[in-house]
């Protein structure tokens, strides 16, 4: 019985397309910010936020960047603003706990005062970063691929965001 388990967990891990190598890419800008997107994703670039799929798998790729209200995040986990930044990368995880469409796995700080998070979405894995720029606001990146392989695509872009002043 654990061996099925286990076998069903990994292949759950493993659906839908691995990620092909991260070669040339565009450089996309919003009026608060831009970033790198490797190729073959498509881009569709609003005034605050950037979206996109991978042309590979459309149907599950996702990558959204937008300005967002970390008050608001707090607020409605059920939390008192201001908080770290960690606590509203958190806060926005368990906002996806329950809507019962996502679950946290972990979390780290990184040069600059953001905070990376990875877990699971119903879609598969699932990578965000929260940028804070000040007072309530921040910039929030979020990509979501059928599996672990597409990390780099996530790295490539989370690296990559540029504050505009």
Sequence with gaps: MVVLVLSLALAAC???PSAPPIGESQTV???MF???VPQGWVVDVGERYVAANHD???ANTFLTAGVINLE???VNAGGTWPVPTAQVARDFWILLENAGVGSFDRSRRVVGGAERSWG???DGTMWHLLHPTGGNSGIGIEMRAPNGSWEGHADFVFDSIEVLP
């Design 56 to 58: 590979l798998d459309a």
């Design 120 to 122: 699971t979405h119903e």
């Design 72 to 74: 608001a995040i707090v």
């Design 14 to 16: 493993s659906s839908g």
């Design 29 to 31: 800008c919003t009026e």
């Design 34 to 36: 831009c970033i790198d």
